[in-house]
C-alpha cells in the first residue's frame, strides 16, 4: 500500500489567499476591467459592423457615400490640403453610425476594423500563448525531472532557439511559410489562416517558458518530499501530476498575461511588415500599416490601433505583476527588503 507523500504546492486555502490578495490589488483590477472591456467589444464586432456601422470593414469603398450631419459626404473626399491634388478618406465624424473613426484609404470604416483587428490579435496572442506554455511546461518538466541525456538533448533544442534573437527567428519562419503555408504531414495550414503566426509565435518565445519551468522542475527533483515519493515507490506519472505540475502551475499561471503581451507585439510587428495576419483577415498591427501613408492627413487611422495595442499590453502587464505578487508573496518581500 502506498502512501500520499505532502507536497509543496498551494493548498485551497493558499489559492484563496492569492485570489484576496488579486482583489484587493486595485491596479489589478482596473487592468482586469479594461481587459474585460476590450475583448468585450471585440466581440461585438460584428454587431457592431452590421447594426450600428452597416459597413464591411473588408470591402472597399472608394465611391461611397455617407450621411453626416444632415448632409450627404464621399468617403473619398478630394484632398483640400496643398495644391488641392489627390483624394483623402473621410476624417472621424465621431458618430457610431458614420465612420466613428473615419475611413482608411480604401474607404473602410476603422472603426469597424479596428474591432475586428482586435480579435485577430487577441486570437492568435491567446494561441501563441497556449502553445507556448504547454510545450513549454511539457518540455521543461521532463527536462529537469528526468534529467542526463535528455535534459541534454533537450537543453541544446532550447538552447538553438534562444541563440536566435527573437525577431529575426520570427521573421525568418513568417517570410519562409507566407507563401504556400505550413505543410508538415498532416499538418496543414493556409498562408492566411491566423494559426500560422500563432504556431511562429508560439515556438519563437518556447524557450521563454521552458528554461524556467526545466529549472523549477530541476529543484523539484532534488527536493525531499519528491525522494520521500520516490523512495515509497509513486509512480513516476503521478509524482509528475501530483508533486511537479502543482508547484509549476503558479509559475505558468503568471507567464499567461506577460506572454499574451509579448505575443501580441510580436504579432503588430510581423503583421506591420506584411508578414503577419494576410487579407482578408485584419489586426492591429496591419491596421497600423494602412495607415502609415495617412499619418499626417488621417491620423487616427494608425493611432486607434496603436492605443488599443498600448492600453492592452500595459493592463496585461499590470495583471501580470499582481499575478506574480498574489502567487508568490516571498517576490514581494524581497523587493520591499532589497529596497530598504
Known amino acids: 500500500m502506498q502512501a500520499d507523500v505532502p507536497t509543496g504546492g498551494m493548498t485551497p486555502g493558499l489559492w484563496r489567499v492569492a485570489l484576496a490578495r488579486l482583489l484587493a490589488d486595485r491596479s489589478a483590477l482596473v487592468a482586469g476591467a479594461l481587459l474585460l472591456l476590450v475583448l468585450l467589444a471585440c466581440a461585438a464586432a460584428p454587431?457592431?459592423?452590421?447594426?450600428?456601422?452597416?459597413?464591411?470593414?473588408?470591402?472597399?469603398?472608394?465611391?461611397?457615400?455617407?450621411?453626416?450631419?444632415?448632409?450627404?459626404?464621399?468617403?473619398?473626399?478630394?484632398?483640400?490640403?496643398?495644391?488641392?491634388?489627390?483624394?483623402?478618406?473621410?476624417?472621424?465624424?465621431?458618430?457610431?453610425?458614420?465612420?466613428l473613426l473615419g475611413a482608411d484609404n480604401q474607404?473602410?470604416?476603422?472603426?469597424?476594423?479596428?474591432l475586428y483587428g482586435g480579435r485577430a490579435s487577441l486570437l492568435i496572442a491567446s494561441g501563441a500563448?497556449?502553445?507556448?506554455?504547454?510545450?513549454?511546461?511539457?518540455?521543461?518538466?521532463?527536462?529537469?525531472?528526468?534529467?542526463?541525456?535528455?535534459?541534454?538533448?533537450?537543453?541544446?533544442?532550447?538552447?538553438?532557439?534562444?541563440?536566435?534573437?527573437?525577431?529575426?527567428?520570427?521573421?525568418?519562419?513568417?517570410?519562409?511559410?507566407?507563401?504556400?503555408?505550413?505543410?508538415?504531414g498532416p499538418l496543414r495550414i493556409e498562408a492566411d489562416s491566423l494559426w500560422l503566426p500563432a504556431l511562429i509565435i508560439g515556438l519563437v518565445y518556447l524557450p521563454y517558458v521552458a528554461r524556467p519551468v526545466r529549472a523549477q522542475a530541476l529543484a523539484l527533483r532534488r527536493s525531499d518530499f519528491v525522494h520521500a515519493a520516490i523512495g515509497l515507490g509513486v509512480p513516476t506519472h503521478r509524482i509528475l501530476r501530483v508533486d511537479i505540475l502543482p508547484n509549476v502551475a503558479t509559475t505558468l499561471i503568471v507567464f499567461v498575461p506577460l506572454m499574451m503581451a509579448l505575443?501580441?507585439?510580436?504579432?503588430?510587428?510581423?503583421?506591420?511588415?506584411?508578414?503577419?495576419?494576410?487579407?482578408?483577415n485584419a489586426s492591429w498591427g496591419?491596421?497600423?500599416?494602412?495607415?502609415?501613408?495617412?499619418?499626417?492627413?488621417?491620423?487616427?487611422?494608425?493611432?486607434?490601433?496603436?492605443?488599443?495595442?498600448?492600453l492592452t499590453v500595459v493592463a496585461l502587464n499590470l495583471l501580470g505583476d499582481a499575478l506574480r505578487d498574489a502567487l508568490d508573496?516571498?517576490?514581494?518581500?524581497?523587493?520591499?527588503?532589497?529596497?530598504?
Open 329 to 340: 508573496p516571498r517576490a514581494t518581500f524581497r523587493v520591499k527588503e532589497t529596497g530598504t
Open 286 to 310: 496591419t491596421i497600423i500599416q494602412d495607415g502609415l501613408s495617412l499619418l499626417y492627413t488621417r491620423p487616427m487611422v494608425a493611432l486607434a490601433p496603436g492605443a488599443a495595442i498600448v
Open 47 to 99: 454587431l457592431y459592423a452590421e447594426r450600428v456601422a452597416h459597413a464591411d470593414p473588408f470591402r472597399s469603398n472608394i465611391s461611397g457615400q455617407v450621411m453626416v450631419d444632415g448632409q450627404l459626404r464621399d468617403v473619398i473626399e478630394a484632398s483640400t490640403e496643398g495644391l488641392g491634388l489627390g483624394q483623402t478618406p473621410i476624417g472621424p465624424t465621431w458618430q457610431p453610425s458614420a465612420y
Open 263 to 280: 505575443n501580441m507585439l510580436t504579432e503588430s510587428a510581423l503583421s506591420f511588415l506584411s508578414i503577419g495576419v494576410q487579407a482578408p
Open 129 to 184: 500563448t497556449l502553445l507556448s506554455l504547454l510545450m513549454g511546461a511539457l518540455l521543461g518538466i521532463v527536462a529537469g525531472y528526468f534529467g542526463g541525456a535528455v535534459d541534454w538533448l533537450l537543453s541544446r533544442v532550447l538552447d538553438v532557439l534562444w541563440a536566435f534573437p527573437v525577431y529575426l527567428l520570427a521573421i525568418s519562419l513568417s517570410i519562409v511559410t507566407i507563401g504556400s503555408g505550413l505543410h508538415l
Open 107 to 114: 474607404g473602410r470604416d476603422v472603426a469597424a476594423r479596428l
